[in-house]
Every structure is written in structure tokens, then in C-alpha cells.
């Protein structure tokens, strides 16, 4: 009897050791993974899980038939990548305002 409980009261614990120790296998998922922003509709990304390179699905507006691609992702790591790509961006051009030059009166039409 007392074996019988013995055995009943250890076996749970060896098999919680057993798998515990068992490494688990990496899902599946292959290489290429298509990501899906929650936050909107139009965020398709592409994520290679072996490089963690990014693409973003993009459709080109200003060219006939408005193709769509996959754009590669500018990734910034650390200062010196960050300091990189500011060297390659420009500011928008201004709108004109639509306040007059200072000194100047606008007189109601």
C-alpha cells in the first residue's frame, strides 16, 4: 500500500522534471512572415526572420496604374546608423502663409 501511494505521489513529480528538461521545438513558420498592423488596414509588412530585414507593401501613387511593391525598410540600430540616414532626409517645403508680411494691412474685399 504505502508503495502503491509512493509511486502515486512521485510519478507526476518525475514526468514535471522530464519535461522540463525536454527542449521545446521552434515552431514552423518558415523564413518569410507577412505582418499585419493592427492599428491600421494599409500596414502590410514583410519580415525575413532570418535577417530582420522589413518591407512595407507601398503603392506608388505617382506612376500610371499605381503599381504596388514591397519597399525595404530603412533599419536604425544604433547612433551611427541613425546619423546616416539624417544626412539623407530634407524637410518638406513650406506652404505659403497665409498671414500677411509683417508691416503689411489686408483690407477686407
Given amino acids: 500500500m504505502r508503495r502503491v501511494l509512493l509511486a502515486a505521489l512521485l510519478l ?6 522530464v519535461e522540463a528538461q525536454s527542449p521545446e521545438k521552434p515552431l514552423d513558420h518558415g523564413r ?7 492599428h ?3 500596414d ?9 530585414t522589413v518591407w512595407q507593401f507601398t503603392k506608388y501613387t505617382n506612376l500610371a ?4 511593391a514591397w519597399v525595404v525598410v530603412p533599419r536604425i540600430d544604433n547612433d551611427m546608423d541613425m546619423a546616416a540616414w539624417a544626412l539623407t532626409q530634407t524637410l518638406k517645403p513650406q506652404p505659403p502663409s497665409q498671414a500677411p508680411p509683417s508691416g503689411q ?3 477686407p474685399r
Fill in 40 to 42: 491600421a488596414r494599409a
Fill in 65 to 68: 496604374n499605381e503599381p504596388m
Fill in 12 to 17: 507526476p513529480a518525475l514526468f514535471s522534471v
Fill in 32 to 38: 518569410y512572415q507577412i505582418v499585419f498592423s493592427p
Fill in 44 to 52: 502590410s509588412f514583410l519580415l525575413d526572420t532570418q535577417t530582420g
Fill in 105 to 107: 494691412v489686408v483690407k
